[in-house]
């Protein structure tokens, strides 16, 4: 059974980047442990987690301040795949097929966003 967080496509989305980074930062360098592995693999779940908090604040601009928090550690994920990829640690066909789907989750949060804003069933403040 799916909790409510669940049926989001955008939570769904950015849960799947989580995912794919988890992969593609498994066969980094050891000596990457603490340093971009931990940090993308943050910011990573920093996405859908903020998501998941965000929905359950009662005002609009707590659950805004929660969607600023993700839309920030998507940033901060496209970086560390760029660096990733200039270090040699990922391929380019690799960066390739996953910078897509941060645009997507991008576009999905930039979405979510706007229909918070609009949301007549919240409290707004």
């Given amino acids: 059974m799916a909790t409510n967080f669940e049926s989001l496509v955008v939570w769904q989305k950015s849960h799947e ?3 794919k980074i988890y992969e593609i930062t498994k066969d980094f360098p050891r000596e990457e442990i603490f340093g971009i ?6 910011a990573a779940y920093s996405i859908p987690a903020n998501i998941v908090e965000g929905r359950k604040k009662s005002t609009t601009a707590h659950k805004l301040s929660f969607l600023s928090h993700s839309i920030g550690s998507l ?7 760029l660096l990733s990829k200039d270090l040699a640690y990922i391929t380019q066909t690799i960066y390739d097929e996953i910078f897509p789907l941060t ?3 991008g576009r999905l949060l ?3 966003e706007k229909f918070t804003k609009n949301d007549n069933f919240g409290s707004r403040t």
């Fill in 37 to 42: 592995t931990s940090q993308i693999r943050r």
């Fill in 103 to 105: 645009e997507e989750v």
């Fill in 17 to 19: 980047l989580t995912l």
């Fill in 110 to 112: 930039s979405g979510y």
């Fill in 75 to 81: 940033e901060e994920v496209k970086y560390f795949l």
